[in-house]
């Protein structure tokens, strides 16, 4: 039996996705191989990745001055590779320091040049979007960086900041596809694809075109966007079956109705968890208003015991994953798109049955 799994990620996959591919596990279409199988220099490969960058590009509508590249070693390797690609006019940078990824980030471009902290939520345990005073900005700042939504605590920013001619960068790991995106608003978007895109090991990055090729001397080869960019993610073997996935699920969004359809499917699904935690008298939200995420829903109950009889017991009911971070304690919930309206229902009629027997 499948179970609903709340993870941040590697998180779930539609089931239509996993059927598909089991159907073509042995043979992709009329190739005689798994496309696990494939050489990535075929020219069924080639027809793959064309397809899935063109898939991408219609359903997140990327203009043609961006490049989607297809690269590894997760969002943790844009940490390093953004200033070195990218920390090279001014050698300065500005970061909106939201929780642990958006720190990750602050502290390996620190390494490279002169990073500000422009605002920080850390004094409550980034439980809210920090207010942001454009006039704290560095004008000549090679890039802005913020974290779309905060993964571990639950909040994503409901209003871009307005950075002018300073490209923003951001990191949209636990956000793709979950809603519709304005491109043209950022310079850089990265994701590692295991949160809503499909399976570990494949990170997506959209950029503008202007700001690949100003890398400084001493970037790696590999942490070079030019590289990727001039081979069409093919400079060396790209995860060629993430990547396949990745079409697979792009297929599954475009027949749900596309990223519209995903945003009102997302918002309905948080609203139906958000609803009852507002009105329970045992399990509290740790985020509120405008900032609360529509994929991460941290929560508590206050007490570490209850907690852990809750997670307990809801893995035995088949809603697993549900722990929340080391540093919120508590449970989390993930509800991604390819978690069902249902995956929620079900965990929400299991919290009322929960705080009946235990308030
Ligand atoms: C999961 C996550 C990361 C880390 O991704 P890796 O692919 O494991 O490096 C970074 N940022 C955000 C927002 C995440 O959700």
Redesign the pocket.
């Known amino acids: 039996m499948r179970v609903y799994n709340f993870s941040a990620?590697p998180a779930m996959l539609p089931e239509e996705v996993l059927k598909r591919a089991a159907d073509e596990m042995l043979e992709y279409g009329d190739s005689g191989q798994s496309v696990m199988e494939m050489s990535h220099r075929s020219k069924e490969y080639q027809a793959i990745i064309d397809s899935v960058e063109a898939k991408l590009r219609e359903v997140m509508s990327i203009p043609d001055n961006y490049k989607v590249l297809f690269l590894q070693g997760?969002?943790?390797s844009q940490f390093a590779m953004i200033p070195l690609n990218l920390m090279n006019k001014s050698g300065k940078a500005d970061f909106v320091l939201t929780g642990q990824?958006a720190t990750k980030a602050y502290q390996e471009a620190s390494r490279y040049g002169e990073c500000k902290v422009v605002a920080s939520s850390k004094d409550k345990t980034f439980s809210y979007i920090p207010e942001l005073n454009k006039a704290d900005f560095t004008p000549d700042a090679d890039y802005f960086h913020i974290?779309y939504?905060n993964?571990i605590y639950g909040t994503r920013f409901s209003e871009l900041p307005d950075t002018g001619s300073v490209p923003l960068v951001a990191?949209m790991?636990?956000a793709i596809l979950s809603e519709p995106v304005d491109v043209t608003k950022y310079g850089l978007i990265y994701a590692?694809a295991?949160?809503n895109m499909g399976p570990a090991g494949l990170?997506v990055v959209i950029i503008r075109e202007d700001l690949i090729g100003n890398a400084r001397d001493i970037t790696p080869t590999m942490f070079n966007y030019k590289t990727h960019a001039e081979n069409g993610s093919m400079y060396n073997t790209p995860p060629t079956y993430g990547i396949y996935i990745l079409g697979l699920v792009l297929d599954w969004v475009k027949e749900k109705g596309g990223l519209e359809a995903m945003a009102k499917i997302n918002a309905e699904k948080a609203k139906i968890l958000y609803d009852f935690l507002d009105g329970s008298k045992l399990f509290k939200p740790t985020v509120q208003g405008k900032d609360r995420s529509m994929m991460n829903i941290p929560f508590v109950t206050g007490s570490d015991e209850l907690d852990a009889k809750f997670v307990s017991e809801a893995k035995k009911a088949g809603l697993i994953n549900i722990k929340g971070h080391r540093s919120v304690g508590g449970m989390r919930a993930s509800i991604y798109n390819a978690m069902p309206i249902e995956g929620v229902k079900k965990l929400v009629e299991f919290m009322a049955k929960f705080e009946a027997e235990n308030a």
């Open positions: 990620g997760g969002a943790s990824w974290c939504n993964t990191d790991s636990s590692g295991q949160k990170t």
